[in-house]
């Protein structure tokens, strides 16, 4: 059999382990033939390919990025013209020419979106959630969300220290358009003092309020996580506007940090190495076993999987009920 694999959509720590994970598994144990297809569903429009081999996995647990490259070419996309090129023909004809049984896809929401209607077509497909944000629905958690939290929180460890000798209020923006996971986590992790998301409205007075409580009890300084995607005043980026209202509202010094694209580097953790490592496994499993049209998922503590069209077009967002906001609001941390 012969299967080929591509990585879409932003980079993320732990690509390659799950590349290695899906090939080893598939060279060694079931003596597949193992294609990688470059620049994401591009690569399957421009016959962009090259056989992996047991040496060209070699060095890829720990290494960031991903060795294939990737795009956020979506083949399906509705086209302005008429005369556009018919992509997922394309598509199709070159699967069909190279010879490939199966096609492994890795990324986040919009690929899997992409994987679902190419299965439709008819192409066999396995695939594998991957994002920071950890919002793909049909996964407890996808690999690179704890590498993420753990590169933010470390952040906010390091921020402690400068707020606490200069007396400020310091904002740190994370990553999250639509789901706050990251802020969440980190924020609980990091001991944030107000942790502002997505998915939950915020009142700036009572944020002004909070910190100035935390005054009152001695406490001069204080820690703001918020997620990119909070809404804000005239399009401004979240910790900008935050930080700008607090020292409106408070008269305390405030100052932003943006951590941007930092948590999408490097090297993937120790969980997130073993969760990539588990997950492109069973991918080939899924594989071997014909089980097609799924995506790998961790539910609770076991890898299974899920059909790709229940993940399709659905979001896995914080919920207000979730214990994490549930016990940081007992401890008094602020959530809007």
Known sequence: ????????????????????????????????????????????????????TEKSLSG?????????????????KKRLSAASEDKPALMLKNIHNLGLDCI???????????????????????????TIDNDVWGTDVSFGFDSAVTIATDAIDRLHSTASSHQRVMVIEVMGHKAGWIALYSGMAGGGDVILIPELPYDIHNIGNTIIERLKKGKPYSIVVVAEGIQTMDGKKAAEYIAQEIEYETGFETRETVLGYIQRGGSPTPYDRNLATRMGGHATELIATGQFGRMVSLQGAEVGSVSLNEVAGKLKLVNENHDLIVQGKRMGICFG
């Open 1 to 52: 059999m012969k299967i080929g694999i591509l990585t879409s959509g932003g980079d993320c720590p732990g690509i390659n382990a799950t590349i290695r994970g899906v090939c080893k598994t598939a060279i060694n144990h079931y003596g597949m033939e193992v294609y990688g297809i470059h620049s994401g569903f591009r690569g399957l429009l421009d016959n962009d390919i090259e056989p992996l």
């Open 60 to 76: 890829l647990l720990n290494l960031g990025g991903t060795i294939l490259g990737t795009s956020r070419e979506k083949p399906f």
């Open 104 to 130: 492994v896809c890795i990324g986040g929401n919009g690929t899997q979106k992409t994987a679902a209607k190419l299965a439709q077509t008819g192409v066999n497909v396995v695939s594998v959630p991957k």
